[in-house]
């Protein structure tokens, strides 16, 4: 069974580097390099208060991190450098919640709610 775990860890491993947007989790003024996959949260899922509208979804490959390794008072999201599919989300974002997809204990990705610094929704 952790083989087959492990094989999914790589194949969204591949799939968010290929098709997602350059960046680094920030911890200490340190950037861990990452790729991320971004996506908006739908209508149904925005109330105003806990998502917002500006509010993001941002999908990165697990990297050795642990649930725990990310921490929301602490960590912030980069992205740096992205295609034209990302271009407006270049920026720093606060992690609102974290999160992790780990079937039988093992993390394949972390899939974290986050809001962008400096532009008055923090």
């Known amino acids: 069974?952790?083989?087959?775990?492990?094989?999914?860890?790589?194949?969204?491993?591949?799939?968010?580097?290929?098709?997602?947007?350059?960046?680094?989790?920030?911890?200490?003024?340190?950037d861990t390099p990452a790729s991320?996959?971004?996506?908006?949260y739908s209508q149904n899922e925005i109330d105003g208060d806990?998502?917002?509208?500006?509010?993001?979804?941002?999908?990165?490959?697990?990297?050795?991190?642990s649930l725990g390794a990310i921490n929301k008072e602490t960590d912030t999201?980069?992205?740096?450098?992205?295609?034209?599919?990302?271009?407006s989300s270049v920026g720093e974002y606060r992690i609102i919640d974290p999160g992790t997809f780990?079937?039988?204990?093992?993390?394949i990705y972390h899939e974290m709610q986050v809001r962008k610094i400096g532009n008055g929704s923090t």
């Open 50 to 65: 806990l998502v917002r509208r500006t509010d993001l979804k941002m999908m990165v490959a697990d990297m050795g991190l």
């Open 102 to 107: 780990m079937p039988g204990g093992i993390a």
């Open 1 to 30: 069974m952790a083989n087959l775990y492990a094989a999914e860890r790589q194949d969204a491993k591949e799939a968010i580097e290929e098709d997602g947007a350059l960046g680094a989790i920030r911890r200490d003024g340190v």
């Open 77 to 87: 999201v980069v992205i740096t450098d992205s295609n034209e599919l990302y271009a």
């Open 36 to 40: 991320f996959l971004i996506t908006s």
